[in-house]
Protein backbone atom coordinates (compact mmCIF):
# COMPACT_ATOMS: atom_id res chain seq x y z
CA UNK A 1 0.00 0.00 0.00
CA UNK A 2 1.46 3.48 -0.88
CA UNK A 3 1.05 6.14 1.35
CA UNK A 4 -0.88 9.04 -0.39
CA UNK A 5 -0.39 12.60 0.79
CA UNK A 6 -2.14 15.93 -0.55
CA UNK A 7 -1.92 19.23 0.08
CA UNK A 8 -4.74 20.68 1.70
CA UNK A 9 -4.12 24.32 2.04
CA UNK A 10 -0.57 26.19 1.19
CA UNK A 11 0.43 29.20 3.14
CA UNK A 12 3.40 31.60 3.26
CA UNK A 13 4.63 32.21 6.94
CA UNK A 14 7.28 33.14 9.20
CA UNK A 15 7.90 29.45 11.51
CA UNK A 16 8.36 30.88 15.65
CA UNK A 17 9.02 29.18 18.36
CA UNK A 18 8.64 30.78 22.07
CA UNK A 19 12.21 31.09 23.82
CA UNK A 20 10.94 30.91 27.30
CA UNK A 21 14.17 32.35 28.89
CA UNK A 22 14.08 35.80 26.59
CA UNK A 23 10.24 35.40 26.83
CA UNK A 24 10.34 36.49 22.86
CA UNK A 25 9.16 35.36 19.34
CA UNK A 26 12.39 33.80 17.55
CA UNK A 27 12.66 32.10 14.56
CA UNK A 28 12.44 27.96 14.69
CA UNK A 29 15.60 27.83 13.49
CA UNK A 30 18.69 30.23 14.12
CA UNK A 31 19.06 32.31 11.19
CA UNK A 32 16.00 31.62 9.16
CA UNK A 33 14.01 34.26 9.45
CA UNK A 34 11.72 34.89 6.84
CA UNK A 35 8.77 33.26 4.81
CA UNK A 36 8.26 29.66 4.40
CA UNK A 37 6.16 27.68 1.91
CA UNK A 38 3.73 25.79 4.63
CA UNK A 39 1.46 22.92 3.95
CA UNK A 40 -0.86 20.58 5.95
CA UNK A 41 -0.68 17.49 4.45
CA UNK A 42 -3.30 14.87 4.25
CA UNK A 43 -2.51 11.17 4.33
CA UNK A 44 -5.21 9.49 2.91
CA UNK A 45 -4.30 6.15 3.52
CA UNK A 46 -4.73 6.45 7.92
CA UNK A 47 -6.37 9.85 7.88
CA UNK A 48 -3.11 11.94 9.69
CA UNK A 49 -1.85 15.21 8.94
CA UNK A 50 0.95 17.35 9.20
CA UNK A 51 2.52 20.76 8.96
CA UNK A 52 5.49 21.10 6.63
CA UNK A 53 7.38 23.96 6.12
CA UNK A 54 9.90 24.81 3.59
CA UNK A 55 12.10 27.77 3.33
CA UNK A 56 11.33 29.89 -0.12
CA UNK A 57 14.96 30.72 0.15
CA UNK A 58 16.65 28.18 -0.07
CA UNK A 59 14.19 25.39 0.34
CA UNK A 60 15.40 23.91 3.91
CA UNK A 61 12.67 22.37 5.97
CA UNK A 62 11.98 24.33 8.97
CA UNK A 63 8.95 22.25 10.58
CA UNK A 64 7.48 18.96 9.80
CA UNK A 65 4.56 18.50 12.67
CA UNK A 66 2.10 16.03 13.00
CA UNK A 67 -0.82 17.24 13.76
CA UNK A 68 -2.80 15.42 16.66
CA UNK A 69 -5.90 15.06 17.94
CA UNK A 70 -7.04 17.59 21.07
CA UNK A 71 -4.29 19.85 19.60
CA UNK A 72 -5.52 23.78 20.82
CA UNK A 73 -5.04 25.90 18.34
CA UNK A 74 -5.09 29.58 18.68
CA UNK A 75 -5.36 32.42 16.39
CA UNK A 76 -3.80 35.26 18.23
CA UNK A 77 -3.95 37.60 15.23
CA UNK A 78 -5.59 37.83 11.97
CA UNK A 79 -2.20 37.09 10.82
CA UNK A 80 -0.26 35.47 13.44
CA UNK A 81 -1.59 31.81 14.75
CA UNK A 82 -0.53 29.37 17.13
CA UNK A 83 -0.32 25.69 18.74
CA UNK A 84 1.49 23.99 21.67
CA UNK A 85 2.92 20.99 22.82
CA UNK A 86 4.36 19.48 25.91
CA UNK A 87 7.71 21.07 24.56
CA UNK A 88 7.31 23.81 22.69
CA UNK A 89 4.83 26.83 21.65
CA UNK A 90 5.03 27.44 17.86
CA UNK A 91 3.98 30.47 15.93
CA UNK A 92 2.95 31.32 12.25
CA UNK A 93 3.33 34.92 11.25
CA UNK A 94 1.66 34.97 7.44
CA UNK A 95 2.07 37.41 4.79
CA UNK A 96 -1.49 38.49 4.81
CA UNK A 97 -5.27 37.88 6.46
CA UNK A 98 -5.91 35.67 3.43
CA UNK A 99 -3.14 33.25 3.71
CA UNK A 100 -3.96 32.99 7.58
CA UNK A 101 -7.76 32.02 7.24
CA UNK A 102 -6.74 29.48 4.43
CA UNK A 103 -4.29 27.60 6.87
CA UNK A 104 -6.49 28.46 9.81
CA UNK A 105 -9.34 26.95 7.86
CA UNK A 106 -7.39 23.38 7.00
CA UNK A 107 -6.19 23.24 10.47
CA UNK A 108 -9.55 24.15 12.15
CA UNK A 109 -10.87 20.75 9.21
CA UNK A 110 -7.73 18.58 9.94
CA UNK A 111 -8.56 19.36 13.58
CA UNK A 112 -11.80 18.06 13.34
CA UNK A 113 -11.67 15.03 11.51
CA UNK A 114 -9.38 13.65 14.00
CA UNK A 115 -11.73 14.48 16.83
CA UNK A 116 -14.08 12.45 15.58
CA UNK A 117 -11.93 9.45 14.29
CA UNK A 118 -11.99 7.07 17.61
CA UNK A 119 -15.73 7.42 19.43
CA UNK A 120 -18.85 8.96 18.36
CA UNK A 121 -19.90 9.06 14.73
CA UNK A 122 -17.19 7.16 12.76
CA UNK A 123 -16.04 10.09 10.05
CA UNK A 124 -14.16 9.47 6.33
CA UNK A 125 -12.83 11.55 4.62
CA UNK A 126 -12.11 11.00 0.95
CA UNK A 127 -10.27 12.49 -1.64
CA UNK A 128 -12.43 11.86 -5.02
CA UNK A 129 -10.01 13.88 -7.52
CA UNK A 130 -9.46 17.83 -8.86
CA UNK A 131 -8.97 18.90 -4.67
CA UNK A 132 -12.86 17.23 -4.17
CA UNK A 133 -13.04 15.97 -0.57
CA UNK A 134 -16.16 13.99 0.95
CA UNK A 135 -16.51 13.58 4.51
CA UNK A 136 -19.26 10.85 5.43
CA UNK A 137 -20.08 10.99 9.26
CA UNK A 138 -22.37 8.05 9.97
CA UNK A 139 -25.05 8.72 7.25
CA UNK A 140 -24.59 8.86 3.63
CA UNK A 141 -22.67 12.13 2.23
CA UNK A 142 -22.85 15.14 5.28
CA UNK A 143 -20.65 18.02 2.24
CA UNK A 144 -18.45 17.98 -0.79
CA UNK A 145 -15.60 20.43 -0.65
CA UNK A 146 -13.36 21.69 -3.68
CA UNK A 147 -10.49 23.51 -2.82
CA UNK A 148 -9.85 26.70 -5.37
CA UNK A 149 -6.68 28.16 -5.33
CA UNK A 150 -5.64 31.24 -7.37
CA UNK A 151 -1.95 30.96 -8.56
CA UNK A 152 0.02 34.41 -9.27
CA UNK A 153 2.87 35.75 -11.15
CA UNK A 154 5.06 37.71 -8.99
CA UNK A 155 8.82 38.49 -8.21
CA UNK A 156 9.46 35.41 -11.17
CA UNK A 157 7.79 32.74 -9.17
CA UNK A 158 4.62 31.21 -8.72
CA UNK A 159 2.83 31.52 -5.32
CA UNK A 160 -0.33 31.02 -3.82
CA UNK A 161 -2.96 34.43 -3.89
CA UNK A 162 -5.81 32.52 -2.40
CA UNK A 163 -6.60 28.63 -1.51
CA UNK A 164 -9.80 28.42 -0.06
CA UNK A 165 -12.53 24.72 0.64
CA UNK A 166 -15.88 26.11 -0.97
CA UNK A 167 -18.74 23.76 0.20
CA UNK A 168 -20.81 22.63 -2.78
CA UNK A 169 -22.99 20.46 -1.85
CA UNK A 170 -24.65 19.94 2.10
CA UNK A 171 -26.93 16.95 2.33
CA UNK A 172 -27.48 14.67 5.43
CA UNK A 173 -29.53 11.20 4.69
CA UNK A 174 -29.20 9.24 7.98
CA UNK A 175 -29.36 5.25 6.43
CA UNK A 176 -31.24 4.09 9.60
CA UNK A 177 -34.48 6.17 8.13
CA UNK A 178 -34.27 5.60 4.66
CA UNK A 179 -36.26 2.52 3.59
CA UNK A 180 -35.68 0.34 0.25
CA UNK A 181 -36.76 2.19 -2.71
CA UNK A 182 -37.63 5.27 -0.58
CA UNK A 183 -37.23 8.31 -2.58
CA UNK A 184 -35.44 11.34 -1.57
CA UNK A 185 -36.10 15.02 -2.29
CA UNK A 186 -33.82 18.10 -2.07
CA UNK A 187 -34.98 21.53 -1.49
Not at 6 to 33: L, T
Not at 60 to 74: A, D, E, F, P, T
Not at 102 to 130: K, P
Request: aromatic share 10%.
Amino acid sequence: NATIEQSICQARASVMVYDDSSKKWVPIKPGQQGFSCINIYHNTGNNTFRVVGVKLQDQQVVINYSIVKGLKYNQATPTFHQWRDARQVYGLNFASKEEATTFSNAMLFALNVLSTQDGGERECVREVGWGVCVREVGCVCVCVCVCVCVCVWKGGRWGVFVSAPIVLIRIRLHLDSLHFGQRVHFK
